[in-house]
């Protein structure tokens, strides 16, 4: 269902508001350049910091910007149970196919939290949801067996997999379902992730370069890994740039070098420093952005 490239969408902001004209034209981009769906209001769009009215005309104006030519899975989570059914509910009644919810982060549930914390959910909606597990982020890992557990619930249908470690993405691709999706949440791991039998990514480096991350994608899935290993390596200096400050400074600043959205952040994220926005400069000008 969610297979292939997704991108994870930042949130354009302009003279503190959302600049829904610049997310439309984002949306667009991708959808010429080929991926497979959107992901809006997840990290990389800073819904931390989003407020409820913002968040939910930001899933609205990327469903109505896609108008079904892609799948739209909106990120809907929270640390808090009732709030994530709320953020769901809404996604579903706005026309998005899916959820994307983060494991419940600083309260630092235990397993047993995290089952019934997507379980409450998925009774509460009755959508179709990907688990997010990114332990840097939340203080809390969903081990491969929990995950198992998940793939039990009907509507819990994959993993956006941030883990960081392959050997625990091997063991949750056995543990689970051939049919539950695993997307790398980790722009360098989606060959690795691929070759273990994974199905995609969610991915931050498509904001800027989606037709070089559908390729790479496609290239594996058409039964070429030579070509997949080749578009790779040529975007492995853009996965590392990328993330050389906490996403999504360096992306967003990427966007904004080239005219595409404002550089506008939201405390406590602040502007890239200057020394990394001179190697990203030379990162984007040595691959032909600038």
């Not at 902001?13 to 991708?30: H, I, M, N, S």
């Not at 959820?99 to 089952?115: D, E, F, H, M, R």
């Not at 890992?141 to 198992?148: K, S």
Request: charged residues 20%; contains cysteine; hydrophobic residues 45%.
């Amino acid at each position: 269902m969610f297979d292939g490239v997704f991108t994870a969408l930042i949130t354009p902001f302009r003279d503190g508001t959302v600049d829904e004209r610049a997310l439309e034209e984002l949306v667009e981009l991708q959808i010429s350049a080929g991926v497979d769906g959107l992901v809006p209001c997840g990290s990389t769009g800073e819904s931390a910091t989003l407020s409820h009215a913002e968040h939910s005309r930001v899933v609205e104006v990327v469903v109505a910007a896609a108008r079904g030519r892609v799948r739209v899975i909106a990120g809907t989570g929270s640390n808090s149970t009732q709030e994530a059914i709320l953020l769901t509910q809404h996604a579903k009644e706005a026309g998005a196919d899916g959820a994307l919810l983060i494991s419940p982060y600083y309260n630092k549930p235990t397993q047993q939290g995290i089952v019934e914390h997507y379980a409450a959910v998925a009774s509460a909606t009755a959508f179709p949801l990907l688990a997010y597990n990114i332990p840097g982020r939340t203080a809390s890992n969903i081990l491969p067996e929990t995950l198992a557990r998940l793939a039990e619930i009907e509507q819990v249908v994959g993993v956006k997999e941030s883990c960081g470690d392959m050997n625990q993405v091997a063991d949750v691709i056995s543990a689970v379902p051939e049919d539950f999706v695993v997307l790398s949440g980790d722009d360098w791991a989606v060959l690795p992730l691929l070759a273990l039998g994974g199905d995609g990514v969610i991915s931050t480096s498509s904001n800027l370069v989606p037709a070089d991350v559908v390729a790479l994608v496609r290239a594996w899935r058409a039964g070429d890994p030579v070509r997949a290993r080749e578009v790779y390596y040529h975007l492995r200096p853009i996965f590392d740039v990328l993330f050389c400050e906490t996403n999504p400074i360096p992306v967003k600043t990427a966007l904004a070098l080239r005219g595409m959205v404002s550089d506008e952040l939201r405390l406590p994220l602040t502007p890239m420093s200057q020394p990394a926005k001179e190697r990203l400069q030379v990162v984007l000008k040595e691959y032909g952005l600038l």
